[in-house]
């Protein structure tokens, strides 16, 4: 599993793939969409699919001393391995902004989402939606990405949209908590963030290894 | 003993069929697939190497099915796909580094003579290379893990007449070692120099596998070359 890994990182991957992982750091914005950094990792993902079907690299994986499937496990783990260094990236810019930058003006006057743990939640489910609508469309043909990526752009917009207004609705306040202020509620969302990622991740990833069994490269 | 069965192999297409596809491949011996341009050539192929679904038929390696055992069966094979270029704007050290990590045979000397005899250069990418040279980048990697059989698909496409007789000559002492060789082409000289048997292949249906002696005395007329004789079944078959 590390060869086919190791194979993804170096031969696969596009620099931008690596270079976009830095849009994480957009948590620590204010006065904007903070959810848009989880979509332009996205973005380079897409971007370095794109740079390994030029290069004929589901082929040649193919052809390596391994299983059809595991051609599929290298794609998933080379895109949470991704997805997973955006986080911590996202995850510090949540830390610093609970605690040194919990009473900074710039953040508490921020008519738009604050970057807290629900933020947090809101990239775990735009991640999970990536893997679930693009990884598992791609792997329906290993060669036609355009169609499942504007279904995603569609629906991670609406999402964004959603999870942005969703703090200005009465009642609902609490979702944009500073600091540790209702830090049980941001927990709880969190966790079911993560759950909701692992979930959508895992039923793509079994839908892809099907679909990668039947196809003709 | 076949260590290579293909049987009843079939494959539909919207404007194409590959019909009852039946051969077998034995140690030690050399293949020649020849068949016309869009014949069913590289289908067969494909499907040999679980890259193309088949719709119904076997296969078999080592005496067992493929299905299942595809990296361990891959391990033993070496595969080779005429001008495919791999990564192009990598270097093809960096390339080769990756690869040489998924072989448990993976052989270093054996790398290092084919890399000498092909004159290719490490430091160079694929995007560097010519239609030929690319050819011989992909049969490196095809030669270099100690597979006990190649299978090429048309190898010697692109090549100049020295660098194809230093291939077939590389074929020939691959045989002495018991490494079963089966390899595409439409070029009728390739088979005449080294093939010990030969599988031809039109329509998308085997016309015959036998070896080369006894395709010769049962298909060829008196003067024919090879090449005379198979243009003349072809004929047949595109007449009939």
Redo the contacts between chains.
């Keep these: 599993m590390r ?1 086919i890994l ?2 993804e990182l ?2 696969s991957a596009s620099p931008l793939a690596y270079f976009f992982i830095l849009f994480g750091l957009m948590f620590f914005l204010p006065g904007y969409p903070v959810l848009c950094g989880a979509f332009f990792v996205t973005l380079g993902l897409y971007q370095s699919f794109q740079y390994a079907r ?4 589901i ?2 994986s ?7 499937q ?1 051609v599929v496990k290298g794609k998933f783990m080379f895109v949470c391995l991704i997805e997973g260094c955006s986080l911590l990236l996202m995850l510090v810019a949540v830390l610093l902004r609970m605690t040194l930058l919990a009473d900074a003006p710039v953040y508490r006057t921020n008519a738009l989402m604050n970057a807290n743990l629900f933020a947090l939640a809101g990239a775990l489910l735009i991640f999970g939606l990536f893997n679930l609508i693009f990884l598992g469309g791609f792997f329906k043909t290993a060669y036609n990405m355009g169609r499942p990526f504007i279904v995603f752009i569609i629906v991670v917009f609406l999402l964004i949209f959603a999870l942005e207004a969703l703090h200005h609705i009465p009642g609902l306040e609490a979702v944009n908590a500073f600091g540790f202020d209702r830090f049980g509620l941001q927990l709880a969302l969190l966790l079911i963030g993560l759950a909701a990622f692992l979930v959508l991740t895992l039923l793509s990833y079994r839908a892809a290894c099907r679909r990668f ?5 | 003993m076949a260590i290579v069965e293909v049987s009843g192999l079939r494959k539909e297409y919207p404007s194409f069929t590959l019909r009852d596809v039946s051969f077998a491949l034995e140690r030690g011996r050399i293949t020649g697939f020849i068949g016309r341009n869009g014949a069913g050539k590289t289908t067969t192929i ?1 499907s040999m ?5 088949p719709d119904g038929g076997e296969i078999s390696f080592f005496g067992a099915p493929l299905a299942g055992r ?6 033993r094979v070496g ?1 080779s ?1 005429g001008t ?7 270097k093809i050290k ?2 080769v580094s ?2 040489r ?3 448990d045979s993976w052989d270093e000397e054996a790398y290092r003579r084919y890399l000498d005899l092909f004159d290719l250069d490490e430091s160079k990418t694929p995007r560097e290379l010519s239609a030929g040279m690319k050819v011989k980048f992909n049969l490196l990697l095809a030669l270099s893990h100690g597979a006990e059989i190649l299978i090429l698909d048309e190898p010697t496409s692109g090549l100049d007449p020295f660098s194809r007789d230093e291939l077939l000559a590389v074929f020939t002492e691959l045989k002495r070692e018991g490494v079963a060789v089966f390899f595409s082409t439409h070029v009728t000289s390739d088979l005449e120099k080294c093939a010990d048997d030969i599988v031809y292949i039109s329509h998308g249906q085997i016309r015959a596998a036998l070896p080369k002696a006894d395709f010769t005395a049962r298909y060829a007329q008196a003067g024919e070359s090879l090449e005379d004789t198979i243009l003349r079944l072809e004929r047949g078959v595109q007449n009939a």
């Design positions: 060869d190791r194979k170096k031969l030029e290069a004929n690299d082929e040649f193919a052809l390596l001393p391994v299983a059809k595991d069994e039947k196809i003709d490269l | 494909k190497l679980n890259l193309v679904h595809e990296g361990e069966v891959k391990q595969y796909t495919v270029s791999w990564y192009p704007r990598k960096d390339i990756i690869v990590q998924f072989y």
